[in-house]
């Protein structure tokens, strides 16, 4: 703590605050901000004026009104003000245009041709950016771009390391991505990348099925498989931003060899590519294949329902260990992992009762993501908008 | 932040900050703790003064004067103001006073009969403070008392479940031992009960060789195996206190039935069954036995050899698993499996390269532990100095 905070210091981190609760949780009363934030009306009224000076919130008579007397006024986020969400995937690549207060006001998508070398995608994201960008009116402001971006640390399958702090380590290829990608983007400024399993965990912890959960692991699956895991209520990065690479948790030291040149990681036992070969249809590959597969299995095809059962054992058998480790409330799974963990989901369960320490499963619940598929999306416009809720005023001039 | 803290609690702050930075550096001059706490000399002064009141520091000219004018008064931590600390581990039981900086003052030791449920070692631990108590003279104070307990969800063999947390969960057998123990100790006062990797890792952190690294997975081995996790610099403790089950990870779906009811949990390949059963003397148990092997080894013996390979094997294999979740900067090898990871470094090491992506493992560094096997037991009387220290003048009438 050191010295006392100057008043000024304490307006800044109130502003913060106000305009995060806002951000989460829409529109809100003064009397419910009074009462959330542990400040007095006139502090409220204060800091509200700052904002909307500030044109980042608006404030408005309430439509309802339960009771008598003079209503409080409302306060909600201005979503002229935007990030622009970058999703690079697999298979696809996705952007949005998202308002502070975490509404999608435009959203694009392109497909990404197999292989294609993240630092290709630069062209195509900015192309989309673009269009998005003629098709705003009025005076909406950009606070930014965030990235999500999948797999970080695989080379081998041609996939870029990006690391989410560049400082953390050498990393040139996500250099080289962030230098193409600001330089194409031009005005529409400050660039922050993360990885697409780490901002999913983080909205939904957030805003989506883990509220209020301090400890959560956020499963990406496609053809391979990526974890965002919560601690404490902090994000795991480990020491270069590493962390999370549960796909390659050796499961089955007999399995098969792995793009990594290990064998027997978790992600060849449950990703795409070994659900679609138990299936018979290993010629196939993507989203669509997988969601082939789960429907003809609960069709009642059996080598479908022996490919969902042989995946669903082992998604069991690594959530079981992760349990082991972390004892989190809520494992969620995403990306095809999501079509897979429904049609599943008992099996899932019991296999993980059979690995998990009782005391570390008993309060473990599993979800699909409250935000779907956006919440990569979401969480990517909240990298953009994480400089502005940390200081409104300093980052209000953009 | 809400409102700015008062005078009083940005003294109350300083304090504890000036008290916990002398308990962990010891004797420290008001010159360098003026530079080290970003405080001007006559706050320095007065916080000092107050601290000396409350008979927390004391503060003396030094004897080495490295150049001329006034030398700068040292200011160093009182150990007349002390903890006990209590160490429960699989075949022994460990008390020791500690003094306020981390000195080790007085030490006992007990055995601990094989199975001795946990409630029954609160007469033993009750009967070395005892002796420790009566041994103590002058105006010695204590803080209260910090227990390390070995192993925490495994009920099957004997092991009592000890929340670290008690609101955390129902854990009716660690609050009978926590009744029991509180009692016995009487006027011992205040009883903080954690996890004995987790207070190792802790204290490896703050004052062993982790000092520094935000990072790190502390492993203690004996007849199971359990880790201390600290990631983002806090501790990885899971929604009910019961994060850090490594043993309990599965390595081999088709190995060795686990005292859990799973098998090929990663204890049962690199635990003390395993070594002593793979060096033909699975007659034997404890630490002693494993020494007897990892010497043996070291002197020639092939089947000594091929135990230690085998488990070295295993090793490597889960610490590459590790580090591809968390991404550590520090491994550290406690209990027996200290001496495993000297007699196989090498082999541990190339195992894990093979398992871990580069960017998980390429700052990964091995480790034993610094303060040796006092790491627990200094843990645990950290847990009863983090009140003092936290706001020393409000705990210091004790």
Chains 1, 2 share one sequence.
Request: with cysteine; hydrophobic share 45%.
């Amino acid at each position: 703590m050191r010295a006392a905070p100057s008043p000024e210091e304490v307006r800044r981190n109130n502003l913060g605050s106000l305009l995060q609760y806002v951000h989460l949780h829409g529109a809100t009363s003064r009397a419910e901000l009074t009462a959330r934030l542990g400040l007095n009306r006139s502090t409220i009224g204060a800091l509200t004026a700052d904002l909307i000076t500030a044109g980042l919130v608006s404030e408005a008579v309430p439509r309802e009104r339960g009771r008598a007397g003079r209503p409080s006024l409302v306060v909600s986020p201005e979503p002229a003000v935007h990030a622009y969400a970058l999703s690079i995937e697999v298979d696809r690549l996705r952007a949005a245009r998202i308002g502070l207060g975490g509404r999608i006001l435009d959203r694009r998508e392109t497909e990404r041709p197999p292989g294609m070398p993240v630092l290709d995608t630069v062209q195509p994201l900015a192309g989309l950016v673009l269009q998005m960008r003629h098709a705003v009116t009025g005076d909406a402001r950009s606070v930014g771009t965030g990235v999500a971006v999948v797999g970080r640390a695989r080379q081998t399958d041609g996939r870029v390391r990006l690391a989410p702090n560049p400082a953390a380590g050498k990393d040139p290829a996500g250099a080289a991505f962030r230098a193409a990608l600001g330089g194409a983007l031009g005005v529409a400024g400050r660039l922050t990348v993360g990885n697409h399993a780490d901002v999913s965990a983080l909205v939904e912890h957030s805003r989506g099925v883990a509220v209020g959960c301090d400890n959560i692991v956020y499963l990406h699956g496609d053809v391979g498989v990526g974890a965002g895991i919560i601690a404490a209520g902090r994000r795991v990065a480990g020491h270069g931003g590493y962390g999370g690479e549960v796909g390659h948790m050796v499961v089955n030291p007999y399995g098969r060899r792995c793009s990594c040149g290990s064998r027997g990681c978790w992600e060849t036992e449950i990703g795409e590519y070994a659900l679609l070969q138990h299936a018979g249809r290993g010629g196939e590959t993507g989203r669509a294949a997988v969601l082939g597969v789960v429907n003809a299995a609960m069709r009642g095809d059996r080598q479908a329902q022996f490919a969902v059962r042989q995946v669903g054992e082992w998604i069991g058998f690594g959530v079981g260990n992760l349990a082991n480790i972390f004892n989190p409330e809520a494992v969620i799974f995403g990306g095809t992992l999501r079509d897979v963990y429904l049609a599943a989901a008992a099996q899932i369960r019991s296999r993980l009762n059979a690995i998990a320490l009782p005391a570390a499963r008993e309060h473990l619940r599993m979800r699909t993501p409250g935000l779907g598929n956006d919440a990569a999306l979401i969480g990517a416009a909240e990298l953009a908008f994480a400089h502005l809720l940390e200081d409104p005023l300093l980052n209000a001039c953009f």
